[in-house]
């Protein structure tokens, strides 16, 4: 049994900044890769970043440069740092584990934390 919590999402203006951070708990043995998705009202969820064990990282073209994602995969939690937050960037975040190395394989979720970012 896998425990994953998401924090850190509330109300921002646009242009500001927010961190999100996730931590698993249970039977977490050898988690390979952790990452945030995303899903907004109307659209499918989509992959933000992802950190794998071995420490790469990599981040969708629509965050690049603006958010981080940084993981410690003895702690098993994994941070994403979201700085010039756009108002597209609303959506409700997940946090996703998996003991794989591709972040899309089957995994344990997060119930999600809301991100809203206000003009």
């Known amino acids: 049994q896998v425990r994953v919590v998401e924090s850190g999402g509330g109300l921002v203006q646009a242009g500001g900044s927010l961190r999100l951070s996730c931590a698993a708990s249970g039977n977490t043995f050898r988690f390979n890769a952790m990452g945030w998705y995303r899903q907004s009202p109307g659209k499918q969820r989509e992959l933000v970043a992802f950190i794998r064990s071995d420490g790469s990282t990599s981040h969708m073209d629509f965050v690049k440069g603006r958010f981080t994602i940084s993981g410690d995969f003895v702690r098993n939690t994994v941070s994403l740092q979201m700085d010039s937050l756009a108002l597209e960037d609303t959506a409700v975040y997940y946090c996703?584990?998996?003991?794989?190395?591709?972040?899309?394989?089957?995994?344990?979720w997060g119930q999600g934390t809301q991100v809203t970012v206000s003009p």
């Open positions: 996703k584990t998996t003991r794989d190395w591709t972040i899309s394989a089957v995994g344990y």
